[in-house]
């Protein structure tokens, strides 16, 4: 409950015919009732004039799930992003603040530079402010003044301008600060840790009844943040991945037995070393944090390894950061270590496996191999955004700034099969998307680099049953009504 004893909204659903659910973001008139409305200057803009329709219809709703049967349910959908006929602020009114949190992703500098551009363009606001240094930026005091100027360039450049940090996160000295500057508008660049951060944040806005948007974009290089299609920063490290597979293939086909072994990233989800390896064809082996591996034995990655050596005379094996992981525990009898941000500190399985390989072939005189390691990661993390990139990061951050616009306030913002829509902060934040391995998409893979899927049928078939008991679960979700949390019905 708030200090004026009003409740605290952090759900909204709303049911409908033939099993429609929306899951719908919070808006500042849930708590603040009375908020005045001001016509959306874009009706005016010059550029916008072209436009046959200038606003989102207020009932829009994007479809999380789109290849249905006849009787299914019309299931889970979200509202749709964009902007709307009536604005909750006036343009000298807003004081808007940025914060990049977490680690560097490609895109990062172009979100904030659209962001700074979207609310000085679209709707004549000056006043934003950069938070450096991450969430301890807010009650460090440290920001700085952005402006068209200041941020024209930035999106050449890879980083971030207002600098990142992990951890740092204090509700309370955080949302004091915010209101000390008279912020009213909050835009929050960062991962899963980040967005749970700052539902927390717009949680402490709302029980202090304070007339502030809180608007997550989701960032993550891994491209694990469930429900959206991809995470901005995806496309360029996948991109920049194959010159890395490229050196590998070329330093391999060069020498007798070579083998050429890349380390991509991919914590808890295998999406880059797979459409890295999708895209490059050169692989000969690929392995992802999803799919459990195996070396010594009958079936095992080594035997693999021998086998294609003998077949091609080189390899390339690209590996996830997050792969092996408890082999490599169990092998070295590691510590479970955190960071400041709360992740599981990963050992270097390229290290580890690199010297597997190693001492494998030591006991195979008759076969000498020429292993060369190459880790791209930080190279890959630190680069400007690709064109697709780019013009992603504006229309997350142009979607963002009209949602923010509009009212509405604790969501991410993030396409949902090709559409912009506003996503419960919860929902991005519950748990991680991972590659499924019973999908075609991994079968794809397989096919394309002819390796074993290195696990036994048992563990195939509880994988199958794993993932249907989610779909079942999440259609009995949408068909579901929680009285405590229904906001009335379509």
Known sequence: ???????????????????????????????????????????????????????????????????????????????????????YFESDEVTACIVTCGGLCPGLNTVIREIVCGLYDMYGVKTILGIEGGYRGFYARNTINLTRKTVSDIHKRGGTVLGTSRGGHDTTKIVDSIQDRGINQVYIIGGDGTQKGASVIFEEVQRRGLKVAVVGVPKTIDNDIEVIDKSFGFDTAVEEAQRAINAAHVESESQENGIGLVKLMGRNSGFIAMYATLASRDVDCCLIPESPFYLEGKGGLLEFIEKRLKEHGHMVIVVAEGAGQDLIAQDMRSMDVHDASGNKLLLDVGLWLSQKIKEHFVRKPKMPINLKYIDPTYMIRAIPSNASD??????????????????????????????????????????????????????????????????????????????????????????????SLTNGSL
């Open 1 to 87: 409950m708030s200090a004026e004893g009003k409740p605290v909204i952090t759900k909204k659903i709303v049911n409908g015919d033939a099993g429609y659910v929306l899951e719908d973001v919070p808006h500042l008139t849930d708590y603040l009732p009375d908020l005045p409305t001001y016509p959306n200057p874009l009706q005016d803009h010059p550029a916008y004039s072209v436009v046959k329709q200038y606003f989102v219809n207020t009932d829009d709703t994007v479809a999380q799930t789109i290849v249905v049967h006849k009787s299914s349910p019309r299931g889970v959908h979200f509202r749709r992003a964009g902007p709307r006929q009536k604005a």
């Open 390 to 483: 780019n013009v992603y990061c504006t229309l997350l951050a142009h979607s963002a700034v009209h949602g923010a616009m509009a009212g509405y306030t604790g969501f991410t913002v993030g396409p949902v099969n090709g559409r912009h829509a506003y996503i419960p902060f919860d929902r991005i934040t519950e748990k991680q998307k991972k590659v499924v391995i019973t999908d075609r998409m991994w079968a794809r893979l397989l096919s394309s680099t002819n390796q074993p899927s290195f696990m036994s049928n048992k563990y195939i078939e509880d994988s199958k049953k794993d993932n249907e008991a989610h779909n079942g679960t999440s259609k009995a979700e949408n068909v579901s009504t929680d009285a």
